[in-house]
């Protein structure tokens, strides 16, 4: 069966400072992947997201960028950090033959101080 | 892209209440998901429909892709059915989501 990590689950990290964070997806290959932001207040943002290896498409301008160095390896990235970049930070994956339903991992929450 | 719309945005019930939630979207979809989040942030797949009717054990879900809409019924609801329910329409290739109906199930 197929299982998503996330890590770390959680993050506290100063302004300016660097970022992270690590996706990485077991029992199947060449998934689509997801990179979400869930600030307080409950809704969901797609920030990037892959369909396959060195392929990123971002949905919003932002401090943030993503990168794809395995198949199934996402990783989200930030140079400095700033206090908006606080938040839930959801990876997701779908498959690409059968179905596209998607499948969230844990989450990572960041806190920006 | 596509709008989605959740009602009621906040919900109280007793424990043992049903209860219908309600998404609607903007425009033609190619499928949908309704997932629950726990209190804990995970996100939960409940139902993957892109049209008709599915039944999971107290819970079910209707899509009419063509007027737009889908409903999730919660029957005999329990106090671990609190949480934050979405709709994810997908277009032609991420899902959209609904800004979430939250519910609270009180014994």
């Known amino acids: 069966s197929q299982t998503i990590h996330q890590w770390p689950a959680t993050l506290v990290q100063p302004v300016g400072s660097p970022l992270s964070l690590e996706c990485t997806v077991e029992?199947?290959?060449?998934?689509?992947l997801y990179w979400y932001r869930q600030a307080a207040g409950r809704g969901l943002q797609l920030l990037f997201y892959?369909?396959?290896?060195?392929?990123i498409s971002s949905e919003v301008p932002q401090n943030l960028s993503a990168s794809r160095p395995q198949d199934r390896q996402f990783i989200l990235s930030s140079k400095k950090l700033l206090l908006s970049d606080s938040g839930f930070y959801l990876c997701?994956?779908?498959?690409?033959?059968?179905?596209?339903?998607?499948?969230f991992g844990p989450g990572t929450r960041l806190t920006v101080t | 892209g596509i709008q989605v719309e959740q009602s009621p945005p906040d919900l109280i019930l007793q424990e043992g209440a049903n209860s219908t939630l309600r998404c609607n979207f903007s425009?033609?979809?190619?499928?949908l998901q309704w997932f629950h989040q726990n209190p804990w942030g995970q996100l939960i797949n409940l139902f993957y429909?892109?049209?008709g009717t599915k039944q999971n054990g107290r819970l079910s879900a209707t899509t009419v892709a063509t007027e737009r809409y889908s409903l999730l019924y919660i029957s005999s609801s329990q106090t671990t059915d609190s949480g934050v329910y979405f709709c994810a329409p997908r277009g032609y290739s991420t899902l959209t989501f609904g800004k979430g109906t939250m519910l609270l199930v009180s014994p």
């Open positions: 892959s369909v396959g290896i060195g392929q």
């Open positions: 425009d033609s979809v190619n499928n």
């Open positions: 997701a994956w779908t498959g690409t033959v059968k179905s596209y339903e998607q499948y």
């Open positions: 029992g199947t290959s060449n998934p689509n």
């Open positions: 429909i892109p049209s």
